[in-house]
Antibody, heavy 122, light 108 residues
Framework: QLQLQESGPGLVKSSETLSLTCSVSGGSISSGNYFWGWIRQPPGKGLEWIGSIYYSGRTFYNPSLKSRVTIFVDTSKNEFSLLLNSVTAADTAVYYC??????????????WGQGTLVTVSS | SYELTQPPSVTVSPGQTARITCSGDKLGDKYVSWYQQKPGQSPVVVIHHGSRWPSGIPERFSGSISGNTATLTISGTQTLDEADYYCQTWDSGTASDVFGTGTKVTVL
């Protein structure tokens, strides 16, 4: 099973860009027809899907966040990343990266990172 | 946008059966996964494709779908099953993953 680990600043200023990276170990990010995703959870609230990227590079984004989100893969580093611009306090959340080890978007998210809390300050 | 609705909370006595529902338009035509999340931990999938068990998940967890409602059933509920549970599906119309609103299961 893959191991995923999020990294990035824990504090971001309002209106700036949130940048997180998910390092993948236990396998190659480019070895299979897999999806790589980002999900977040505001404190005390439920899970919200942010977006995912297929191994081919095709991206899928939450319609409510689409205008502010970019997800990309760096195969040389075996990692994938999230950029969320123009952040506000509403973007304060624990951010999880996750993997879907299937070529179908209807399959489950198999592995999750431990999550990283990002706080947006004014 | 596509939405999945769950009851905020379910309370069950130890050893009894807990049922958690997840409602969405034409959900019976989609594949549903269920995730368990304990405080301070990452979610873990307990059911996928509506009714399949991932390896390592006890068979007291089961899933079903009928019409617009998916149900996660926990038989012989144990105190260690206390957690938040989320349903999730892929909506092809919007090409998006969608998570349910979440249900807190309390065992007492």
């Amino acid at each position: 099973q893959l191991q995923l680990q999020e990294s990035g600043p824990g504090l971001v200023k309002s209106s700036e860009t949130l940048s997180l990276t998910c390092s993948v170990s236990g396998g190659s990010i480019s070895s299979g027809n897999y999806f790589w995703g980002w999900i977040r959870q505001p404190p005390g609230k439920g899970l919200e899907w942010i977006g995912s990227i297929y191994y081919s590079g095709r991206t899928f984004y939450n319609p409510s966040l689409k205008s502010r989100v970019t997800i990309f893969v760096d195969t040389s580093k075996n990692e994938f990343s999230l950029l969320l611009n123009s952040v506000t306090a509403a973007d304060t959340a624990v951010y999880y990266c996750a993997s879907r080890l299937s070529s179908s978007p209807t399959s489950k998210y198999d592995s999750w990172g431990q999550g990283t809390l990002v706080t947006v300050s004014s | 946008s596509y939405e999945l609705t769950q009851p905020p909370s379910v309370t069950v006595s130890p050893g009894q059966t807990a049922r958690i529902t997840c409602s969405g338009d034409k959900l019976g035509d989609k594949y549903v996964s269920w995730y368990q999340q304990k405080p301070g931990q990452s979610p873990v999938v307990v059911i996928h494709h509506g009714s399949r068990w991932p390896s390592g998940i006890p068979e007291r967890f089961s899933g079903s779908i009928s019409g617009n409602t998916a149900t996660l059933t926990i038989s012989g509920t144990q105190t260690l099953d206390e957690a938040d549970y989320y349903c999730q599906t892929w909506d092809s119309g919007t090409a998006s993953d969608v998570f349910g609103t979440g249900t807190k299961v309390t065992v007492l």
